[in-house]
């Protein structure tokens, strides 16, 4: 049965230790040794032979020396401080001052269209990301033209901006699901590659992602029986009304309103469904009328507005939207989650020595990030997986939740301080490898 505390054999100890090896592993023989350089497991060849030879030498040092000195009362002191709204605040404005001069110059095909896209068409928006996409146009052709920035660097300034309200949202998830030990989460989020997001990223996923952690903290509040169904639902619509990739956190939602109807009935579930319905509604009108001109609200003039999302979106045939099967495509999709969340193997040993309970908060965030692996097995990258590491990365952030959250918990690890700090190392290292050497567009 599970249980935290559960003094962990030698082969579940081992099992740890191997995954950090091996991962530490692929990344250096990837980055050197290998002729073909996967894009998911090869960014320390950026950080250079030496510098990663010295930090694997380092890391295991430091490891051990944290396992002696990071005594829990220190860790409940740092998360008590993370937990501060003035400290949050702090390292907000920390992160827009070193974020924005470091933002991404490597810009997709997406990225690259839309300084045209709004030159020549105004403001005009995709079904599949409506108000990201228009508040993107509208922050460019007003603060950003009155500044005199490009369409580019107004992108680049909202995904950092974006960056500092996820920074801020995942400061007060962290100790909310870990009480004096939130500050390991937060730092186990924080080293996976999809903060590339919030460097300076030219596409539509820097908004939404801070959207969908405000749904998960709230969900979290909602658990704890701190705030009514209708919070959590609310927030959800308004991040489908910026992307409609938080489809994939449906059946989280589902979940809250099965655990509600248990709860109290249908009161709130149908208080939550009418609140969604009316913020979805006024995304539509807000297109109707601001983005495809109409004046007048007739059948007619809003079949108008659904035919053009639906052209904008390239229309509604759902086998666009379909991965390919081929073992190529599920390589390059390894390689993406390898890339986004250094941390992922440790799913395995998590569920083969039942380390995971199936309480209400850990069920919801498994669905979250169940639905992120359907979402890696389904959708189709339109731009090729390396090129469209972003579509997956907000969910994504999900999935590295669940495995921090659970890791974290485990009490009966020995050297699980070393263990922890040792991924944390290696995954930032290789993440952050890769987001500085986006900045330079010289960069291999």
């Known amino acids: 049965p599970f249980d935290v505390r559960r003094v962990a054999g030698i082969a579940e100890h081992q099992m740890y230790v191997a995954i950090l090896v091996l991962t530490s592993t692929a990344y250096a023989y990837s980055s050197f040794l290998s002729s073909s350089h996967p894009f998911g497991f090869a960014q320390l060849r950026h950080l250079g032979l030496i510098a990663t030879m ?5 890391a295991p040092g430091l490891a051990f020396r944290c396992d002696e000195r990071l005594t829990s009362h220190r860790v409940a002191a ?30 997709n095909a997406d990225g690259r269209s839309w300084p045209e ?72 989020v924080l080293s996976g590659g999809f903060m590339q997001l919030f460097f300076g990223d030219v596409e539509n996923y820097s908004l939404v992602t801070p959207l969908m952690m405000l749904y998960l903290w709230l969900s979290i ?18 991040a489908a009304s910026f992307h409609l990739l938080t489809v994939f956190l449906g059946p989280s939602w589902l979940y809250l309103a099965w655990l509600e109807l248990r709860r109290r009935g249908m009161k709130d579930v149908a208080t939550s ?50 991965a390919s099967r081929s073992v190529d495509y599920y390589y390059q999709i390894a390689n993406v989650l390898m890339l986004l969340v250094p941390q992922a193997l440790v799913v395995v040993p998590l569920l083969l020595y039942r380390r995971i309970d199936w309480s209400r908060i850990n069920v919801f965030i498994a669905i979250s990030a169940a639905m992120f692996g359907v979402m890696l097995a389904v959708w189709y990258s339109g ?21 921090g959250y659970n890791f974290v918990r485990i009490e009966g690890l020995r050297y699980k301080t070393a263990i922890l700090v040792g991924l944390l190392v290696v995954g930032a290292l290789h993440s952050y490898s890769w987001i500085v050497c986006n900045h330079f567009p010289t960069c291999p």
Request: glycine share 8%.
């Open 54 to 58: 010295v930090a694997f030498v380092v």
């Open 273 to 322: 469904c009418v609140l969604a319905s009316l913020v979805l509604a006024t995304t539509f009108f807000i297109v109707h009328f601001a983005v495809v001109g109409r004046r007048v609200v007739t059948i007619e003039a809003m079949q108008e507005t659904v035919s053009r999302l639906t052209e904008w979106s390239g229309g509604l045939n759902p086998g666009i939207w379909l």
């Open 117 to 188: 896209l709004f030159r020549t068409k105004g403001p005009s928006v995709n079904l599949d990301q409506i108000l990201e996409l228009y508040v993107h146009y509208l922050f460019s052709y007003t603060i950003g033209k009155a500044l005199g920035w490009d369409v580019t660097f107004s992108y680049q300034v909202l995904s950092v901006v974006g960056g500092a309200g996820f920074l801020l949202i995942l400061g007060r998830l962290s100790p909310l699901l870990l009480p004096g030990k939130g500050v390991w989460l937060f730092a186990w």
């Open 221 to 238: 509040l909602y658990l704890k029986e701190r705030v009514p169904l209708w919070a959590p639902s609310l927030l959800l619509a308004v």
């Open 383 to 403: 731009l090729g997986v390396p090129n469209d590491w972003n579509v997956f990365a907000p969910m994504s952030v999900t999935f590295s939740i669940w495995c």
């Open 78 to 107: 740092w998360t008590g401080r993370l937990a501060a709204v003035k400290w949050l605040i702090g390292l907000a404005v920390m992160f827009v001052i070193i974020a924005l001069p470091l933002r991404n110059n490597w810009i």
